[in-house]
């Protein structure tokens, strides 16, 4: 009886053999980044809003601070996204026919508001607090990205929650004075080490920092209802 | 619908953005009742199961931290457009209201709203009536506020119409009879305490005076109204300052229970609180103070004597006479069981005995009565001035009078325990006398225009009545009808009434009410009318044509006028604002009134006044602990709390007490499904009163006074909504029976009763029946003189002292403190260190489980950080059940409908048990849960009502420092935080609910079925959002309510560096460096509502903590804290005050009371030397004698199609019985809440065992050169593998989200975190998924040489091809033979330690728990046993059918089958061993969980299993020892087929020891449902309908090896033929 099989299948069976665990692996990595990647994470990505507004423009050209809009984070979890009427304290009087911001006159004038599309979506099981980590030092930088560079507003980070424990686990890679807090230009080296009289890198002004603004461990940072409540 | 019907645009919506556009909230406006009432209340009905469908596609994406797949999100964020001043996105506000409760009187409240949504209610610490507590029915508010099934239109008749229009109608019929003065005109109102409604009434009586205002409500209190208008002249409403009363009596009276209770119970149980901490303190700075400031240090301590002394001083003493077993009942010291009717006989006999003028003692009381008056008496004069009688609102006037006549002989009022003030209510009177009044006018035809407002006499009106004929009358004449209210109810249905407006929600209109001690509340809005309605205020201010009509005018004007009168002084602004803000008009309380010193007592024997003595069967009438009245009967909170005592829900019943009960011949069961937490199932019963008949089930509560039915009010609501029902859509789904229906005028509070059994039975939902407290005193508990006796009674067994050394070491003055600062205890009496206080310090250290593992700077987290830590004092709490509903409303719980409560599946983090106790031999005895009782004694002693002693324990999450469920959980959902909290990460939980099977506390709560709802809008806005909305599949519990502890810590953390304005920084620091969060400062949401303050929460860590002091007291103890997991929480043991005179109390001994065989098998014995091969064969003929069956050359035998199909079909109900399952979630099962394991796993481990033979036949026999194993090793290999996929097919979908299965293998994640590795279940994966993989290859590799045979005499292309793929390319050659050899031997070297390993690992998931019986060293040896057992009878039982069918009793021969019975003999031995250790175990360790455990396995409800076990698995199998029935193919067929039910009933019965282990309070049971059989059944379809393709499609038998036996049988041939096939 004649082999079912010509003898070149050898070689492909060997081929497969061998491939398989290279292909799991590459397919383990690869799964890995994929879920890492811009694409499922959103990083990056400009979301469409009703408004085009120019953070890039308030921000970095006419020097709008943070806390001009966002009012509430310091004080409360959510940062406060601006009602109408902060639009309206300026556009009342500039740029109050220009077709871009009708649906803003819109809102104003109807008593409507505007509906805003999420940038930077956290899970409802997931306990964000703005007003804990601008206390300590975390400046909106570390999260938000260059928000003073971007003309329409996107998520710079992953948001995954390897990047959360990230900063949970090392506090102090990310903090800076609270003075500094809304300043998107702040690097460590403006700064003077009290005790060196040097100018800081991140590791000694993180360091000097973590004891000043009583940061709590990373052992404690990293509780599960810290976050998740 | 018409276009009006919009709702007014909500002020502070803007930020829900649910709820601006949603298409579905515009349709829930305008369908009255969107739903059946039958959908909701059935979870499993069809539309739910389509919502599920929808809803677990869409959860499988939401998966770790990552916010979604493809999050360009839809989310929207809906900002203001002005925003508010006060209002801050995400920090919540609250405002000061009050709500008017019974007889309009009103709590102050504050309820906490964000973003503009009310969420929970809280007491307002300013309110004299709450004090910062609360009670269920304001809890329950925020609930009926959002209500969807609330009135949302306003009607004219069926139609809608407008407000407006309404009004003018009104208005146009009021003017109409302007000239008679508003004759025919009547307003019919709930009572009323609000001065600004008063004005208004004035307003109208000015304007109609023909015109008249009833006040109405079905509970009301016209016998103290009467009594103190006859007493007194003057309607006077006692109230009471119950911290100045050293001995309270009730008579009847349920103070502490219901709308009015908060202040009561605060009152009372600052009487009830025992601490000799404080004690110690007082007594030292007592003594310090006496010796002055310059007199030596030399301490003269106090004595242990005087230290209990001063710590019961205060203690106070409650009588209790009542008919019912109520909460107050169950608080008392002593407590007289008494028909009510009979109280006032009572009354008398007392009233003479205290030489009350002109009373003399009634003549009938029952004996134990009589002995009660005199020590009473006695101990109420011993204590004047200082004592107190209460009458209850359900006793006659005659009791009240008498109570006003005893309180004066008592001198209550001149010490101001009894103050006298004026009445709270409007104009106040009789009202049934006045509704009465009104009925008849109605009736006559004289009312021509009736406006009725909160009230619902159709429902609850006196039956003899027939409110619903007056009305027909009225309406009949073309009179107008208009009913205003919160639902559209039984007295609103058109047939009635002609407009319908609906009336707005107290935290919708602006409203003003009096507290219990007269202080006006203001009643501010929280949010604009969700549903359009109008408040009473505005609709009469509209309709007397006010110059404003706006509610805020109103009050505010009625407020100007107080301050105007009797302030004065200030600006008003200011005291307005100041009363917005607080909630109360500061200086409104009514000042006592003077009363004459004699209480006139001329009216008692009026014939209107007294109560006589009713002969026989008698009701009592009583609102409803929990529904109160029945008005918010809509409420799903409501109706789920479990009732105190009774801990029923969704239903009333009528409660007797057992004797009657026995009387009645009537009889209650726990019914098969949920049983002890769970369902109840009762008889039925035809209660009959004046005439009137209604059929009740019957409830027997322990406790209750003989002679007495009680019937709760509130229920049986014919038209309200979904939740309480709509009688005409849903008559099976009405809760409860309407009580009121056999009410009348003449049986308003007690009637004479008939009660029939009629022989129907229904199912009571009954959160926690389990009443004794078997031996194991969860609740501790003593009398005074106990006390002070043993003061550590509580702490023994000494570990249950919990941290009590530890705690008593850090807290200065406590006698440890001085031994661990190495100083002799200055308290120290010579009792030495081997008294009984000290406690086995080796226990701490003795643990599987680390402490808390967290470490900060070196040092256990515990000692540098902060440590939560709760007391609850069992001596105030009263079971109300505060604590429960707060808890709800505060974290988000679910309501899971009567059908899951009755399964036991309730979802109330924080449960009472409630215990009965007889006082036994010794104080600590508790006789009724002795051991020694017997059932049929303890029921005998259960029926001397007198005797029963009732105790509350409130049992949540322990926070154990040594948590057992932390440890098992696979993927570390629940870990322990750096302070010590047992965190559980829900959204990192999979749901394989280890983690409820080992807390030993049953306090975990798993989500069986999606039970939060996601489809109702505006039930969404009721959701806290500060705590995670659980979705199913998910366990949640008590967290200490650890949203308010990480927002405190913030707010503190935030503060820093703070400074207030004169430089100080704005947070001191703790010992520790860390801003300070004061004590108090965090407040548990059951804390804070408790009525008693029975609940103290705090930081250990903090040396000025109120509970670092509750934890030192002597009575604090650890429930089961003798398991040394260190619980966090612990409780005071109560201790009890009573009077040793009296005839009952402290006084111990007062108790009075298969398949038929195949036929036509031949064994021929075989010829082999070693029996292994018997007929006739050459290879050639050995070969196509197996293959022939693959390849086609043996025709399929007519029994395979058989047994394939039967397979098939069985297969089926698998399948289904998934696809069920996914859709609905684990629910669909059996399982509830002991028992979070019920068939899944038992089937699990009955298969992993089965799958053992394979590999043992294969691996070991073959490394032993056992050469019997050849002919079955295939097919035990193949058995092998298909029972593993069927075992493996249970631990995936027993899981409550299975999708998330992947989280079990350790793989870098972008989560950054781990599975647990110290859970069992962690290495279950891998030891299944190993034995798995090298049983897959062992079988294969052994096989390759058999399908290149197959190959090779395939008969067809596709057989070829797919053969020759298989055996890949296998020639047979020398070399391959070589290679082939080795690799066999390695597998099985491989193979052979996993025999062991696998069930090793899955005797673990049970070994290394807690809980009692599985907690044991036998389990692994016992396990591997059992496994080898049950896998050889499966090889036995397989077997038979192969020789039979294929005839293949040449290879399989009787030698086989007898080996195999041999091997079952030695693991059958083994396995008995097994349950003989097991019993020796429970008796030697003599621990109670143990021994009762092993008891119940005996004769417990589950007897019948273990019997059965023992029966098929040690009696039968004995037979092998035969060896007449170990060759006899029928015998061992039918015996291995014993050892599979027994290994089945095995498994079962380890995992159904869930159902009663530590806290007999927890105890339910488990029945399966038939979705349990269906997946059960379908494996094993899918194990048949496998195996029946195996033998039609694989060589069954290893031809190969089996050829290597040839040589023997047929000399001449060489031993090579195998190759003559390969040609």
Redesign the interface.
Known sequence: MPQVFPKSFNILTRLLLLGLPVLGAAGGVGGAYFYRSDYTTGAREVVEQPVPFSHKHHVSQLGIDCRYCHTAFEISASAGIPPTKTCMNCHQQMWNSADLLSPVRESYAKNKPIVWTKVHNVPDYTYFNHSIHVAKGVGCVSCHGQIDQMALVFQSKTLLMEWCLDCHRHPERHLRPTSEITNMQFKPSDTINEATGQPNSQASLGAELKAKHNVREAQVLTNCSICHR | MSAELKTAEPEYW?SI?QWMGSPKFETMIQDEFPEDASEWLDPVSRRRFLTMAGASVALAG?V????????????????????PDQI????PLFFATAMPQQGGVGIGLLVKSHEGRPIKCEGNPNHPSSLGSIELQALAAPLTMYDPDRSQQVLLGANSTTFDKAVMVIKEELAKRAEKQGAGVRILTEPSTSPSFAALMDELSKRYSAAKWVQYEPVCRDAAVKASLAAFGKPLQPIYDLTKADVVLSLDADFLCGPGSVRYSRDYASRRKVSTVDAVHNLEHHHDHAEGEGADHKHVHPSNEKIVEEATKKLNRLYVVEGALTSTGASADHRLPLKPSMVEAFARSLAAELKVPGVTAAADLPELAKKWIAPLAKDLLDHKGKAVVIPGECQSASVHLLAHAINAVLDAKASAIVKYILPLQTKPGDRAAEFKTLVEEMKAGQVEVLIMSGVNPVYDAHADLEFANALDAVKGKKGVVVHHGLYQDETSHEKYINYHIPAAHFFEAWGDVRGHDGTISIQQPLIAPLYAGKSLLELVAQLLEQPSTDGLNLVEATARKFFDEKIKSGKFEDYWQKALREGVLAGSAYPAEEVAAAVNLDKLNDKDFTQAPIKGLEIQFRPDPVLFDGKQANNGWLQELPKPITNLTWDNAAMVSPRTAEELKIEQSFAWTGGERGSTETDVGELTVNGRKLSVAVHVVPGMADGVVLLHLGFGRERAGRIAGIYERAPAHIPGFNSYKLRGTDAVWTAAAELKRTGQKYTLAIAGAHAAMESRRPVRHATKTEFANDPVFAQIPASSAAEYVEIRGLTPGTPENFKLLGMKSKYDHGHGDGDHKSHDERLKKLSLYMANP????GQE?TKS?RRWAMTIDLGSCTGCGACTLACVSENNTPVVGKDQVTRGRAMHWIRIDRYYSIPGKKAMEDELGAYEVKPAQRKEKAKDSAAIRTHFQPVPCQQCEKAPCEVVCPVGAT?H???G?N??????CVGTRYCSNNCPYKVRRFNFLQYTDYTTDSLKLLNNP????RTRGVMEKC?YC??R??NAE?EA??E??KKLPNGKPARAKDAN???KIYDGEILTACQQACPSAAITFGDLNDPESKILKSKAEEHNYGLLAEYNVMPRTSYLAAIRNPNPNMPQGALPNMATATETAPSGFTDTYPTHPEGILGGNYNTVTLGDKIANVVVGGTPTPKAWWGWFLFGFALLQALVIGLAYLFYLGTGVWGLNQPVGWGFAIVNFVWWIGIGHAGTLISAILLLLHQKWRTSINRFAEAMTLFAVACAGIFPLIHMGRPWLAYWLFP???????WPQPRSPLFWDVFAVSTYLTVSLVFWYVGMIPDLALL??IAKNKAQ??VY??LS??WRGSAFHWRRYEKLYLLLAGIGTPLVFSVHTIVSFDFAVSIVPLWHSTIFPPFFVAGAIFSGFAMVVWLAVPLRHYYKMNDFITMKHMELCAKVMIATGLLVSFGYFCEVWFAWYSHGPEWFYTMQRMWYGPYWWSYWALILTNTVIPSLLWFKKVRTNELFLFLIAGSVHIGMWFERYVIVITLSRDQVPGAWGRYAPTIWDWAVMVGSVGLFITLFCLFVRFLPMISITEMREFLPFKQGGRDGHACMENA?
């Open positions: 803007q953005d939401a770790g931290c990552n916010p979604s797949f493809k999050p360009a999100s839809q989310k929207k964020i809906v900002p203001y457009v002005n925003q801050i996105p995400g920090v967290i470490t900060v700077n987290a950080y870990v935080s750096a302070d909290l965190d559980m990460a829900y959204n990192r500060e705590v995670s909305v967290t650890t949203q502890i990480r913030i953390e935030r820093w560096d460096g860390r801003p793989f870098p994640n972008n989560m950054a975190v190959r090779d070829r091809f020759g793929m890949l390319g040609k």
